[in-house]
């Protein structure tokens, strides 16, 4: 579907609003072939649809980045723990020469 985000967005509410005017009777009904749902059936079909198919993966994606993130810190913060271990060493090794 193209469109600028805002569109999408107010497609994505407007079928969210439609699927909420569904009764407990309906949702209770385990039919869901397409030729035997409601309009508002039809739409919470489409929500799942759409949210199994593009939302979950974008969500995983940025998770990947998340965590590459997460990882790239690690690194940093070790990095800087072992120059800040090695520069101590030093000062303490030159301290040790001057005091002696």
């Known amino acids: 579907q193209e469109g600028s985000y805002w569109e999408i967005v107010n497609d994505f509410a407007l079928r969210v ?3 909420g005017s569904a009764t407990v009777e309906e949702l209770g009904n385990q039919d869901w072939t397409p030729g035997n749902i ?10 799942h649809e759409n949210i199994d198919r593009r939302v979950i993966p974008m969500f995983e994606e940025i998770l990947e980045v998340y965590e590459q993130e997460v990882d790239d810190f690690g690194v940093l913060i070790t990095a800087i723990l072992w120059t800040n271990a090695g520069m101590n060493s030093m000062v303490l090794i030159v301290l040790f ?4």
């Not at 020469?97 to 002696?100: D, G, K, P």
């Open 17 to 19: 609003e439609r699927a």
């Open 38 to 47: 409601s309009e508002e059936r039809t739409e919470i079909k489409f929500l």
């Open 97 to 100: 020469f001057l005091i002696s």
